[in-house]
Protein backbone atom coordinates (compact mmCIF):
# COMPACT_ATOMS: atom_id res chain seq x y z
CA UNK A 1 0.00 0.00 0.00
CA UNK A 2 1.59 3.47 -0.94
CA UNK A 3 1.85 5.71 2.30
CA UNK A 4 0.70 9.18 2.12
CA UNK A 5 3.19 11.90 2.18
CA UNK A 6 3.37 13.70 5.48
CA UNK A 7 4.96 16.89 5.18
CA UNK A 8 8.58 15.86 6.08
CA UNK A 9 8.32 13.12 3.11
CA UNK A 10 6.61 15.97 0.84
CA UNK A 11 9.69 15.66 -1.23
CA UNK A 12 10.79 11.53 -0.79
CA UNK A 13 10.91 10.05 -4.52
CA UNK A 14 10.51 13.48 -6.22
CA UNK A 15 12.90 15.42 -8.00
CA UNK A 16 12.75 18.99 -6.57
CA UNK A 17 14.75 22.30 -7.03
CA UNK A 18 15.97 23.11 -3.73
CA UNK A 19 18.04 25.96 -2.07
CA UNK A 20 21.89 25.30 -1.03
CA UNK A 21 21.88 26.32 2.68
CA UNK A 22 25.28 25.76 3.11
CA UNK A 23 28.52 23.97 2.23
CA UNK A 24 30.57 21.49 5.01
CA UNK A 25 33.03 18.87 3.91
CA UNK A 26 30.01 15.83 3.68
CA UNK A 27 28.59 18.43 0.78
CA UNK A 28 25.89 20.84 0.61
CA UNK A 29 23.02 20.96 2.05
CA UNK A 30 19.61 21.82 1.10
CA UNK A 31 16.60 23.77 2.22
CA UNK A 32 13.71 20.90 2.60
CA UNK A 33 11.28 23.01 4.24
CA UNK A 34 9.50 20.94 6.94
CA UNK A 35 11.67 17.79 6.44
CA UNK A 36 14.79 19.96 7.31
CA UNK A 37 18.20 20.18 5.75
CA UNK A 38 18.96 17.72 3.61
CA UNK A 39 22.74 16.11 2.28
CA UNK A 40 23.61 16.74 -1.26
CA UNK A 41 26.75 14.69 -1.11
CA UNK A 42 30.07 16.29 -2.47
CA UNK A 43 30.62 14.19 -5.21
CA UNK A 44 26.99 15.14 -6.46
CA UNK A 45 28.03 18.84 -6.04
CA UNK A 46 27.31 20.87 -9.21
CA UNK A 47 30.21 23.39 -10.48
CA UNK A 48 30.79 26.44 -9.29
CA UNK A 49 27.41 26.34 -7.04
CA UNK A 50 27.65 28.50 -3.71
CA UNK A 51 24.86 28.94 -1.18
CA UNK A 52 21.87 30.45 -1.95
CA UNK A 53 22.05 28.85 -5.70
CA UNK A 54 19.32 26.29 -6.15
CA UNK A 55 20.23 22.85 -7.52
CA UNK A 56 17.81 20.05 -9.67
CA UNK A 57 18.12 17.59 -7.49
CA UNK A 58 16.15 13.49 -6.28
CA UNK A 59 15.23 12.94 -2.46
CA UNK A 60 15.45 9.35 -1.19
CA UNK A 61 16.71 7.61 1.89
CA UNK A 62 20.05 6.64 2.72
CA UNK A 63 20.99 3.21 4.74
CA UNK A 64 20.14 5.12 8.33
CA UNK A 65 16.69 6.33 6.86
CA UNK A 66 17.74 9.71 6.37
CA UNK A 67 16.90 12.15 3.65
CA UNK A 68 19.81 12.22 0.75
CA UNK A 69 19.54 14.48 -2.63
CA UNK A 70 21.46 13.26 -5.40
CA UNK A 71 21.76 14.92 -9.09
CA UNK A 72 21.32 11.62 -10.71
CA UNK A 73 18.03 11.29 -12.19
CA UNK A 74 16.06 7.82 -11.51
CA UNK A 75 14.29 6.05 -14.88
CA UNK A 76 11.25 6.49 -12.38
CA UNK A 77 9.99 8.65 -9.03
CA UNK A 78 7.14 7.78 -7.32
CA UNK A 79 4.12 7.48 -9.04
CA UNK A 80 6.06 6.48 -12.78
CA UNK A 81 5.80 3.18 -14.05
CA UNK A 82 9.57 1.66 -15.69
CA UNK A 83 11.04 -1.35 -17.33
CA UNK A 84 14.26 -2.27 -14.95
CA UNK A 85 16.80 -4.74 -14.65
CA UNK A 86 17.55 -6.71 -11.93
CA UNK A 87 21.12 -6.20 -10.62
CA UNK A 88 21.28 -8.37 -7.66
CA UNK A 89 18.82 -10.85 -5.36
CA UNK A 90 18.56 -11.64 -2.09
CA UNK A 91 16.72 -14.57 -1.24
CA UNK A 92 15.13 -13.33 2.49
CA UNK A 93 14.33 -9.67 1.17
CA UNK A 94 14.19 -9.20 -2.37
CA UNK A 95 15.48 -7.85 -5.76
CA UNK A 96 17.52 -4.93 -6.50
CA UNK A 97 17.51 -3.23 -9.16
CA UNK A 98 18.94 -0.83 -11.47
CA UNK A 99 17.33 2.37 -11.55
CA UNK A 100 20.01 4.79 -12.92
CA UNK A 101 21.30 5.77 -9.14
CA UNK A 102 24.21 4.70 -7.26
CA UNK A 103 21.67 2.56 -4.90
CA UNK A 104 19.72 0.08 -6.35
CA UNK A 105 15.83 0.24 -5.85
CA UNK A 106 14.54 -2.91 -3.52
CA UNK A 107 11.81 -4.97 -5.07
CA UNK A 108 10.86 -6.64 -2.33
CA UNK A 109 9.56 -10.34 -2.72
CA UNK A 110 6.26 -9.54 -1.63
CA UNK A 111 5.45 -6.82 -4.15
CA UNK A 112 7.15 -9.40 -6.73
CA UNK A 113 4.57 -10.91 -9.08
CA UNK A 114 6.72 -14.00 -10.94
CA UNK A 115 10.15 -15.50 -10.95
CA UNK A 116 13.41 -13.18 -11.55
CA UNK A 117 16.82 -13.90 -12.00
CA UNK A 118 19.84 -11.24 -12.46
CA UNK A 119 19.28 -9.50 -15.66
CA UNK A 120 15.91 -10.22 -16.19
CA UNK A 121 13.63 -7.05 -17.07
CA UNK A 122 10.64 -6.38 -15.28
CA UNK A 123 7.87 -3.60 -15.53
CA UNK A 124 7.21 -1.75 -11.88
CA UNK A 125 6.01 1.51 -10.37
CA UNK A 126 7.90 3.28 -7.86
CA UNK A 127 6.11 3.80 -4.70
CA UNK A 128 6.51 4.40 -1.14
CA UNK A 129 6.14 1.53 1.18
CA UNK A 130 3.70 1.72 4.36
CA UNK A 131 5.54 0.14 6.50
CA UNK A 132 9.37 1.41 6.09
CA UNK A 133 8.65 5.09 4.81
CA UNK A 134 11.48 3.90 2.12
CA UNK A 135 11.27 3.74 -1.65
CA UNK A 136 10.14 0.38 -2.87
CA UNK A 137 9.36 -0.57 -6.46
CA UNK A 138 5.92 -3.03 -7.22
CA UNK A 139 5.49 -5.65 -9.92
CA UNK A 140 2.00 -6.31 -8.52
CA UNK A 141 0.95 -3.50 -10.90
CA UNK A 142 -3.30 -3.83 -10.46
CA UNK A 143 -2.59 -2.82 -6.76
CA UNK A 144 -1.45 0.52 -7.41
CA UNK A 145 -3.17 1.08 -10.54
CA UNK A 146 -6.47 3.73 -10.67
CA UNK A 147 -9.40 1.16 -11.28
CA UNK A 148 -11.95 4.05 -10.90
CA UNK A 149 -13.40 6.01 -14.34
CA UNK A 150 -10.63 8.51 -15.71
CA UNK A 151 -11.24 11.81 -18.25
CA UNK A 152 -9.91 10.06 -20.86
CA UNK A 153 -12.14 10.49 -24.23
CA UNK A 154 -11.80 8.21 -27.22
CA UNK A 155 -8.99 9.76 -29.74
CA UNK A 156 -7.12 11.80 -26.86
CA UNK A 157 -3.16 11.08 -27.14
CA UNK A 158 -1.61 8.98 -24.09
CA UNK A 159 1.74 7.64 -23.11
CA UNK A 160 1.66 4.12 -23.48
CA UNK A 161 3.62 1.21 -21.78
CA UNK A 162 4.10 -2.49 -22.68
CA UNK A 163 3.25 -4.07 -19.43
CA UNK A 164 2.79 -7.60 -20.73
CA UNK A 165 1.76 -9.33 -23.54
CA UNK A 166 -2.33 -11.62 -23.61
CA UNK A 167 -3.95 -14.02 -25.36
CA UNK A 168 -5.69 -10.71 -27.03
CA UNK A 169 -3.29 -8.91 -27.26
CA UNK A 170 -0.85 -6.80 -25.04
CA UNK A 171 -2.01 -5.32 -21.54
CA UNK A 172 -0.74 -1.31 -21.44
CA UNK A 173 -0.10 1.03 -18.71
CA UNK A 174 -2.03 4.60 -19.78
CA UNK A 175 0.01 7.02 -18.38
CA UNK A 176 1.13 5.44 -15.35
CA UNK A 177 -2.17 5.31 -13.85
CA UNK A 178 -4.69 2.75 -15.68
CA UNK A 179 -4.58 -0.16 -17.82
CA UNK A 180 -5.69 -0.15 -21.18
CA UNK A 181 -5.47 -3.15 -24.65
CA UNK A 182 -4.05 -2.82 -27.52
CA UNK A 183 -5.50 -6.48 -29.81
CA UNK A 184 -3.10 -8.08 -31.71
CA UNK A 185 -5.09 -7.61 -34.69
CA UNK A 186 -4.10 -4.08 -34.74
CA UNK A 187 -0.21 -4.26 -34.24
CA UNK A 188 2.38 -4.64 -37.06
CA UNK A 189 5.02 -7.02 -36.34
CA UNK A 190 5.34 -7.26 -32.41
CA UNK A 191 6.02 -5.20 -29.15
CA UNK A 192 8.98 -5.09 -26.17
CA UNK A 193 7.68 -5.31 -22.56
CA UNK A 194 8.65 -2.15 -21.16
CA UNK A 195 8.52 -0.54 -24.54
CA UNK A 196 6.95 3.43 -24.51
CA UNK A 197 4.74 4.17 -27.32
CA UNK A 198 2.11 7.01 -28.59
CA UNK A 199 -0.96 5.59 -28.64
CA UNK A 200 -4.79 6.51 -28.46
CA UNK A 201 -8.18 5.85 -27.05
CA UNK A 202 -10.00 3.91 -29.44
CA UNK A 203 -13.10 2.39 -27.57
CA UNK A 204 -14.18 3.35 -24.10
CA UNK A 205 -15.92 0.19 -22.93
CA UNK A 206 -19.00 -0.43 -20.66
CA UNK A 207 -16.81 -1.57 -18.16
CA UNK A 208 -15.02 1.58 -18.03
CA UNK A 209 -11.58 -0.38 -19.63
CA UNK A 210 -9.72 0.87 -22.53
CA UNK A 211 -9.22 -0.44 -25.91
CA UNK A 212 -6.05 1.06 -27.25
CA UNK A 213 -4.56 2.26 -30.88
CA UNK A 214 -1.21 3.05 -31.73
CA UNK A 215 -0.48 6.33 -33.01
CA UNK A 216 -2.81 9.08 -34.32
CA UNK A 217 -2.83 7.41 -37.71
CA UNK A 218 -3.61 3.87 -36.36
CA UNK A 219 -6.39 5.46 -34.51
CA UNK A 220 -7.88 7.67 -37.64
CA UNK A 221 -7.50 4.92 -39.93
CA UNK A 222 -9.57 1.90 -37.97
CA UNK A 223 -11.92 4.87 -36.96
CA UNK A 224 -12.35 5.51 -40.69
CA UNK A 225 -12.59 2.01 -41.58
CA UNK A 226 -15.25 1.14 -39.13
CA UNK A 227 -17.36 4.23 -40.29
CA UNK A 228 -17.72 3.24 -44.02
CA UNK A 229 -19.07 -0.36 -42.78
CA UNK A 230 -21.20 0.95 -40.75
CA UNK A 231 -22.51 3.38 -43.79
CA UNK A 232 -22.64 0.47 -46.26
CA UNK A 233 -24.16 -1.39 -43.62
CA UNK A 234 -26.98 1.06 -43.51
CA UNK A 235 -27.41 1.15 -47.09
CA UNK A 236 -27.66 -2.33 -47.61
CA UNK A 237 -30.23 -2.68 -45.28
CA UNK A 238 -28.60 -3.90 -42.21
CA UNK A 239 -26.59 -6.89 -43.54
CA UNK A 240 -24.09 -7.69 -45.58
CA UNK A 241 -22.26 -11.31 -46.94
CA UNK A 242 -18.71 -10.18 -45.85
CA UNK A 243 -17.09 -12.29 -43.07
CA UNK A 244 -13.27 -13.57 -42.31
CA UNK A 245 -13.33 -16.12 -44.42
CA UNK A 246 -14.34 -13.65 -47.51
CA UNK A 247 -11.68 -12.91 -50.67
CA UNK A 248 -9.48 -10.15 -50.17
CA UNK A 249 -11.07 -9.05 -53.73
CA UNK A 250 -14.68 -8.96 -52.23
CA UNK A 251 -13.63 -6.89 -49.71
CA UNK A 252 -11.61 -4.64 -51.36
CA UNK A 253 -14.75 -4.12 -54.31
CA UNK A 254 -17.38 -3.98 -51.78
CA UNK A 255 -15.50 -1.80 -49.16
CA UNK A 256 -12.46 -0.26 -50.77
CA UNK A 257 -10.17 -1.50 -48.06
CA UNK A 258 -8.31 -4.33 -47.94
CA UNK A 259 -8.87 -7.52 -45.87
CA UNK A 260 -6.59 -6.80 -43.23
CA UNK A 261 -8.18 -3.17 -42.88
CA UNK A 262 -11.59 -5.00 -43.05
CA UNK A 263 -11.47 -7.14 -40.12
CA UNK A 264 -9.66 -4.56 -38.11
CA UNK A 265 -12.84 -2.56 -38.77
CA UNK A 266 -15.08 -5.49 -38.17
CA UNK A 267 -13.41 -6.42 -34.79
CA UNK A 268 -13.58 -2.87 -33.62
CA UNK A 269 -17.49 -2.62 -34.45
CA UNK A 270 -18.29 -5.60 -32.69
CA UNK A 271 -16.48 -4.76 -29.44
CA UNK A 272 -18.09 -1.55 -29.46
CA UNK A 273 -21.71 -3.93 -29.45
CA UNK A 274 -22.14 -1.96 -32.95
CA UNK A 275 -22.66 -5.33 -35.38
CA UNK A 276 -23.00 -8.91 -35.09
CA UNK A 277 -20.23 -11.07 -36.92
CA UNK A 278 -21.86 -14.05 -38.37
CA UNK A 279 -20.69 -16.88 -40.36
CA UNK A 280 -22.20 -15.95 -43.26
CA UNK A 281 -21.84 -12.19 -42.88
CA UNK A 282 -21.68 -9.29 -40.92
CA UNK A 283 -25.20 -7.23 -39.74
CA UNK A 284 -25.84 -4.44 -37.79
CA UNK A 285 -27.06 -4.76 -34.23
CA UNK A 286 -30.10 -2.77 -32.94
CA UNK A 287 -29.31 0.13 -30.20
CA UNK A 288 -29.96 -1.33 -27.05
CA UNK A 289 -29.51 -5.13 -28.07
CA UNK A 290 -26.66 -7.08 -25.72
CA UNK A 291 -26.08 -10.34 -27.62
Sequence with gaps: MVAVSSPSMSLLGQRSLLTIVRSAPPGFYLDGGPAGEILL????????????????????????????????????VVGECAYLRVAGINPRIGLFLDWGLDKDLLLPIRETAGPLNVGDGVVVKVIVDSKSDRLVATARLNRHLDLTPSPYHEGQSLKLMVASRSPLGYNMIINDAHRGLIYHTEIQGSLAIGQIVEGYVRTIR??????????????????????????????????????????????????????KAFKQGIGSLFRERRIFIDPDGIRLMAPGTKN
Design 206 to 259: PDGKFDLALGRAGYRRIASVADTIIEKLTAAGGSMPYHDNSLPEEIRDAFGVSK
Design 41 to 76: PGKYNPPGANPGDKVDVFVYRDSEDRLVATTEKPLA
